[in-house]
């Protein structure tokens, strides 16, 4: 799931917690709306991290000489 799913979950979460008056018989959607928006905040805990673990700049390595002396031989 991406940042744009993480996102759509917390808005979901928050209309259904927040905005709606709807009563379901065995449901209750106050519920299932603050658990949509903890998922969505997890999962967005979760995806910035891996990003951030992701974009980690390496320095460049510098690059081994070595040295041949076969070329020195004249074979």
């Known amino acids: 799931m991406g940042l744009g799913g993480c996102?759509?979950?917390?808005a979901v979460g928050a209309i259904l917690t927040f905005a709606t008056d709807w009563e379901?018989?065995?449901?209750?959607?106050?519920?299932v709306g603050l658990i949509m928006m903890a998922v969505g905040l997890i999962g967005t805990a979760t995806f910035t991290s891996i990003a951030r673990?992701?974009?980690a700049v390496v320095p460049p390595v510098a690059p081994t000489v070595v040295d041949d002396d076969r070329?020195?031989?004249?074979f």
Request: aromatic share 0%; hydrophobic share 40%.
């Open 7 to 10: 996102i759509i979950l917390i």
């Open 53 to 55: 673990r992701r974009r």
């Open 24 to 31: 379901l018989d065995g449901v209750n959607l106050d519920l």
């Open 71 to 74: 070329r020195d031989r004249g």
